[in-house]
């Protein structure tokens, strides 16, 4: 099995900055995409910023300039660098991975969730 787990979720004032991070354990042979999502009250999960194994990342437009994701492969960690972070940008923010794990046939690759870790941005 695998686990991902993120921390570093928490109250800020707006113009403020955090820095969220996750990590994925377990039978894992590689994680291809690795990122963040977020839920807002009442709306539904969006894009925060994927990158990939290779580096090409992708950010939603919302948090383009402001936020910052990066990886260490070796460690199965990502990491969210967040800036100039605004009331609109509270939220819970989810990690995910795309794990390719080991089986008795050969791999398989399945997309983790995390528990999630509350952002508050006050105005």
């Known amino acids: 099995q695998v686990q991902v787990v993120e921390s570093g979720g928490g109250l800020v004032q707006a113009g403020g900055s955090l820095r969220l991070s996750c990590a994925a354990s377990?039978?894992?042979?590689?994680?291809?995409?690795m990122g963040w999502y977020r839920q807002a009250p009442g709306k539904q999960r969006e894009l925060v910023a994927v990158e990939t194994s290779g580096g090409s990342t992708n950010y939603g437009d919302s948090v383009k300039g402001r936020f910052t994701i990066s990886r260490d492969n070796a460690k199965n960690t990502v990491f969210l660098q967040m800036i100039s972070l605004k009331p609109e940008d509270t939220a819970v923010y989810y990690c995910?991975?795309?794990?390719?794990?080991?089986?008795?046939?050969?791999?398989?690759?399945?997309?983790?969730w995390g528990q999630g870790t509350q952002v508050a941005v006050s105005s």
């Open positions: 377990g039978s894992i042979l590689s994680i291809n995409v």
């Open positions: 995910n991975a795309d794990v390719s794990q080991p089986t008795g046939s050969g791999v398989y690759t399945r997309r983790y």
